[in-house]
């Protein structure tokens, strides 16, 4: 019998009666294998054959490892039947670790020394034998086992437990905390708000006739990733041809694949976009706009200015009145599919586009179109830089003309000069030379006690200052009156009405005429011209001022103040925009332009007379301004021209401002030329010009002559 270390119940442990019962193994691992030793003291079945022939002094055997399996064995004669494994080796079957080797020899006799042999000396007589130590525990090699099903099925439904908690934490999030942005989203990308243009309103003359007007238009576009590279080159000839531009710009857009929208044509015919969209070539599309049409082509091209791309004003009228032009864009809302096509059967909103009003201005078509006409072939004609006509309405300020050479094309604006951007008339500032003097005399008559009959004895130069200043021509003495001295424009005779006023009488009155500052009209790029004060004049300025030379106005202010001598001393600020038209063609006058005196009618009325003598006068220099049937009066200028770019002065400006019929103002005309080439004189190139548009202009108001006589005027004193 068999303790539960394995170990024999005999008092040698190497007894006969080891291992289990009916010699069966216990289940137990397979010891390691290892080749059998023989033992001197053993027969080759295993079994002791008495003492251990060494004696016992011998050394205990060393340990040795169980066999993995027992090999067979011979049984020896006379020996037992034993276990396989040897009940001697005191080795438990069930163990697969080496057994511990008794530190004792045989007791009991020959029962147990032969099991394990006598390897340790045996205790001196008397002396009672110590007990055995117990045998180290055998090491077990690990064995890999299969853990219980349980805590399998239970680390696997944690895992699935904290993965379904991280999906229903996310579910909260998105149901419950953010459903509400994300509602949004979704709704946002489903519904398109789109933008309805609203169509701009027209620019329509004093009669109703449409300057500019909206048209229908398309906007030609390519998504360049829809296009392959293989594809571009015949896509890019196809457009080129059907939209009339060059295919290298096209063919660049199509290269741009980081885009989904690149334009390739704006304000195309909606005939011409369709034909192309039928073509249904992949990746170019259309998209409704409109467009600004001058029916009248450049007829009051930089008065009515021009549109940007977006359909603001950038200019003129345009940008002016952009507010009430334009009118309000509507919104329109759609559900969409993923591809961006409308969701049939679903909701949309739609808040209709407010049209934008109509601009109905002074300008009368047919004044326009001859005022255009003329300056243009005069600015051929003499080689000028350019030309401006201005005609108004003396009783109302009403701007009926205003025309500038060269002109601009409103379909082409973006390829314009700089300087054709502007109206000229209004943003062009020159020094106004003789046309000024009508300003020194108001003073002079006004302040200085100076009648058209007060004599002058003016020589052909004056001393002013450091400066000898000169009259356009070289003549002897002469006694003028001062009617003589504005007919025949002489400077010396000016400079000296000039001097009975002094500086600061000079530059009050061209202030009440309005230089210096805008005529009023509100229009862009409108320049107030440059009028020093008197304390900054030089030596030499106080006298030049005097006949228009150190200082600068534009065309429009040089209008106004002629407007104001023929309206008998009462300035009407310049009106360019004589009301709005709404949607029901209803009629709204704009406000009445301010009025203020600036001198006297009888004033007024004395230098209307003098400047009849200049067309009148056999010695006047605006002969060619002359009008059958019409009494005229205008004033000539000739100036030194200050070039900019050169940094001085440099060529002419020629000008020629009057008035008709002279005893009953009706209309006052301006023509300026930039430096003419061929020809300079005021009375030369600029008077003939006012001749061909102011008879046309009295031809259609239908502006009838007064049938009355010019009084004679004294040109030369008595001496």
């Not at 216990?26 to 691992?29: F, K, L, T, V, Y």
């Given at each position: 019998m068999r303790d539960p270390g394995g170990r024999g119940s005999g008092p040698g442990r190497g007894g006969g009666a080891s291992g289990p019962p009916g010699g069966r193994r216990?289940?137990?691992?397979p010891p390691r294998r290892e080749p059998p030793r023989r033992d001197p003291g053993r027969d080759p079945g295993g079994r002791d054959s008495g003492r251990d022939p060494r004696g016992d002094s011998a050394r205990p055997e060393p340990p040795r490892r169980q066999p993995p399996a027992d090999p067979p064995r011979r049984e020896g004669p006379g020996a037992s039947r034993r276990d396989p494994a040897g009940s001697s080796r005191g080795g438990s079957?069930?163990?697969?670790?080496?057994?511990?080797?008794?530190?004792g020899g045989s007791r009991g006799g020959g029962q147990g020394g032969g099991g394990q042999g006598g390897g340790r000396r045996t205790p001196p007589p008397g002396k009672a034998p110590k007990p055995p130590k117990p045998p180290r525990p055998p090491k077990r090699r690990p064995v890999l086992r299969l853990g219980s099903s349980h805590r399998r099925i239970n680390a696997g439904m944690l895992a699935m437990a904290?993965?379904?908690s991280l999906f229903a934490g996310r579910l909260v999030q998105l149901q419950g905390l953010d459903s509400k942005v994300y509602a949004d989203r979704a709704e946002r990308q489903r519904n398109t708000e789109a933008v309805v243009p609203a169509r701009r309103g027209t620019i329509s003359d004093a009669g109703g006739n449409v300057l500019a007007m909206t048209a229908d238009a398309r906007t030609i576009f390519v998504d360049p990733t829809m296009v392959s590279a293989d594809k571009r080159q015949a896509v890019a000839a196809l457009l080129s041809r059907?939209?009339?531009i060059p295919p290298g710009p096209i063919l660049e857009k199509l290269g741009r694949t980081e885009s989904q929208y690149q334009v390739v044509a704006r304000n195309v015919e909606p005939g011409v976009a369709s034909a192309l969209i039928s073509r249904k070539i992949r990746g170019v599309g259309s998209e409704p706009t409109y467009r600004r049409v001058y029916p009248d082509g450049k007829l009051a091209a930089d008065l009515i200015g021009y549109v940007g791309q977006d359909g603001t004003g950038l200019g003129g009228i345009e940008a002016a009145w952009n507010s009430t032009l334009r009118g309000q864009d509507g919104r329109q809302s759609v559900e969409q599919g993923q591809k961006g096509h409308r969701i049939p059967m679903t909701r949309s909103s739609q808040q209709a586009?407010?049209?934008?009003?109509?601009?109905?201005?002074?300008v009368d078509r047919d004044i326009q179109w001859e005022a255009q006409r003329a300056i243009s072939e005069q600015v051929a004609k003499t080689q000028a830089r350019s030309g401006t006509v201005i005609v108004m309405d003396v009783r109302t300020g009403h701007v009926l003309a205003l025309a500038n050479a060269p002109g601009l094309d409103l379909e082409h604006w973006e390829k314009a000069p700089a300087e054709s951007l502007s109206n000229r008339a209004l943003a062009e500032v020159f020094e106004p030379g003789s046309t000024n003097k009508v300003i020194t005399a108001a003073a002079a008559m006004e302040t200085a006690g100076v009648r058209p009959e007060t004599t002058f004895v003016v020589p052909d130069r004056y001393k002013c200052a450091d400066r000898v200043l000169?009259?356009?021509h070289p003549h002897p003495v002469q006694h003028l009156t001062f009617a003589g001295v504005l007919a025949t424009s002489s400077n010396v005779g000016t400079l000296q009405a000039a001097e009975r006023v002094g500086k600061q009488g000079l530059y009050d009155f061209m202030r009440k005429f309005g230089f210096g500052r805008k005529t009023g009209l509100g229009f862009p790029g409108e320049a107030a011209g440059l009028l020093p004060k008197p304390e900054t004049w030089s030596g030499s300025q106080v006298c030049t001022v005097a006949f228009g030379q150190g200082v600068s106005v534009t065309a429009m202010q040089m209008a106004s103040v002629y407007q104001t001598i023929a309206n008998r001393g009462v300035r009407v600020e310049p009106q360019l925009v004589a009301g709005t038209v709404d949607g029901r063609k209803r009629f709204t006058p704009a406000p009445a332009a301010e009025r203020h005196r600036v001198i006297s009618e009888r004033t007024a009325r004395e230098i209307a007379r003098m400047l009849e003598g200049v067309t009148d006068s056999s010695e006047g220099t605006g002969a060619a301004a002359r009008i059958p049937g019409y009494r005229i009066a205008g004033k000539t200028g000739t100036a030194q021209r200050y070039d900019s770019d050169r940094g001085g002065y440099h060529g002419y400006t020629a000008s020629f401002a009057g008035f008709t019929p002279a005893?009953?103002?009706?209309?006052?005309t301006l023509v300026v030329l930039q430096d003419p080439k061929k020809g300079y004189y005021g009375g030369d190139v600029a008077a003939p010009v006012f001749r061909d548009v102011t008879s046309f202009a009295l031809k259609t108001r239908k502006i009838p002559p007064t049938g009355t006589a010019a009084p004679p005027l004294r040109i030369h004193a008595a001496r």
């Open positions: 216990p289940r137990s691992a079957p069930r163990d697969g670790s080496r057994t511990a080797a008794p530190r904290f993965v379904l059907a939209l009339n586009a407010v049209p934008g009003t109509e601009v109905r201005l002074t000169r009259d356009s005893d009953d103002p009706r209309l006052v």
